[in-house]
């Protein structure tokens, strides 16, 4: 996987080049022998696997596991993975339902193990399930490789549509975005939160991101985010502030207001 994305220039105007660019980047990234090589071995070998102790026994299939979920950080912690896998979700009190980032229970309900007498591994479409989610998060990888804002605006480009179309209750919706690390710092830089409000109770935490994305965006519901330009607008804002906190600013602020105000098209943004 010795493909490198392109984006060459930051904020927005890398974005709109890496959105036009982004299929045949894609393409060219998981055309290499080596990722290639990994699909095919999960193809063949993935339905066998009927437990999770099998899956992390296989460094191999685990990777991928983790992969198609951003986890890939996780590879050596084999018993935590073995126990998230073994637990399933259906039960309240299982480990993947009491930790904050939700990638883990999304790889937990995805594989079966806990839930079901046969997992999901046997299902004739699993594979390409995992692999797409696989290719998807490993792109996004190499992409933040390059421009981590990138990555992080890719994953709500994602992610936010099926969150905002769900039928859960506004506080649910916004406990999974807190809940994921790649959404709740996309929805920090977009909105000027501090890293420190995830200190705070998690219901204070969802009443300051409804207010600051009111002001800010002018959302009054997550599920205005299932419109595209909504959603653009969110990922521009965060771009954007995203560029100006990495600039050395003159003039008291003068260039960010630039940027933000002549760069940002038909809306503008108040610091």
Same mark, same amino acid.
């Given at each position: 996987m010795s493909y490198s994305p392109v984006i060459p220039v930051s904020g927005y105007a890398?974005?709109?080049? &890496?959105?036009k660019t982004k299929e045949q980047q894609q393409a060219a990234f998981v055309a290499s022998a080596g990722f290639q090589h990994n699909k095919t071995y999960f193809r063949e070998k993935i339905a066998n696997i009927k437990t999770a102790d099998e899956l992390v026994s296989d460094r191999r299939l685990m990777a991928i596991a983790l992969g =198609?979920?951003? $986890?890939?950080?996780?590879?050596?912690?084999?018993f935590f993975i073995r126990k998230i896998l073994e637990?399933? !979700? &259906?039960? +309240?009190?299982? /480990?993947?339902? %009491? &930790?904050?980032? %939700?990638?883990?229970?999304?790889l937990s309900s995805a594989f079966g193990f806990g839930d079901f007498s046969v997992p999901r591994t046997v299902l004739s479409d699993f594979p390409e399930e995992i692999l797409q989610k696989y290719e998807q998060k490993q792109f996004e990888i190499a992409v933040g490789d390059v421009d981590e804002s990138m990555r &992080?605006?890719?994953?709500?480009?994602?992610? /936010?549509?099926?969150? =905002?179309?769900? !039928?859960? +209750?506004?506080n649910a919706k916004w406990f999974k975005i807190i809940g994921s690390a790649p959404l709740s710092l996309f929805f920090q830089g977009a909105l000027g939160l501090p890293k420190s409000i995830g200190a705070l109770d998690v219901d204070q935490q969802v +009443?300051?991101?409804?207010?600051? !994305? %009111?002001?800010? $965006?002018?959302v009054n519901s997550l599920a205005e985010l299932s419109n595209p330009e $909504? /959603?653009?607008?969110?990922?521009? !804002?965060? $771009? /954007?502030?995203?560029?100006? =906190?990495?600039m050395s600013i003159p003039?008291?602020?003068t260039v960010a207001l630039q940027l933000l105000q002549g760069g940002s098209g038909s809306f503008s943004l108040r610091l």
């Open positions: 890398g974005w709109v080049f &890496l959105n =198609a979920f951003g $986890l890939d950080e996780d590879i050596n912690n084999k637990e399933g !979700t &259906l039960d +309240s009190s299982s /480990l993947a339902n %009491k &930790l904050s980032d %939700k990638r883990y229970k999304e &992080l605006a890719m994953n709500a480009q994602n992610e /936010l549509p099926e969150i =905002a179309n769900s !039928t859960a +209750s506004e +009443s300051i991101y409804m207010d600051k !994305t %009111k002001q800010k $965006l002018g $909504l /959603l653009e607008k969110a990922v521009k !804002t965060f $771009l /954007l502030r995203s560029q100006v =906190a990495q003039n008291n602020g």
